[in-house]
């Protein structure tokens, strides 16, 4: 029995040896990795510094974009206005010129978008 019990304090002794060497193996890892200069620290540290960036830059953006919105807004507002012009001035011409052939409705009774409003695919319908 008392070689029972060395050989027993002997196997939990061994085990103990080999449980602090893997424990010092798993330690010099997670040091490394953490490091700032090389390892998944140096990661974080340039993606947290490329997030800070993009927030500034996601800020100016916004900001420039707010400043435009009413000049958008105007010019789209006055392109309107010149479209509708440009309809009855295309609808005088055909008035005017003879060798144009006649409209069977006014323009944007019958739902049609102007020509120059049309998609190619349209376009390409109507010519063939």
Known sequence: MPYLSLLSDLIL??????????ARGVGRRVRRLADLDDGLGAAVKDL????????????????????????????????DERIGRMELLLASLEDTD?????????????????RFQRSNRDLSEELA
């Not at 002794?13 to 893997?22: F, K, N, P």
């Not at 144009?100 to 978008?113: H, I, Y």
């Open 13 to 22: 002794v061994l085990a103990t040896i080999g449980v602090a060497i893997y």
């Open 48 to 79: 947290s510094d490329h997030v800070d960036k993009l927030t500034a830059l996601h800020g100016e953006i916004r900001s420039a974009v707010e400043a435009e919105a009413p000049r958008l807004t105007a010019l789209t507002s006055q392109a």
């Open 98 to 114: 003879p060798s144009l052939p006649p409209r069977t409705s006014a323009p944007g009774e019958d739902g049609a978008l102007p």
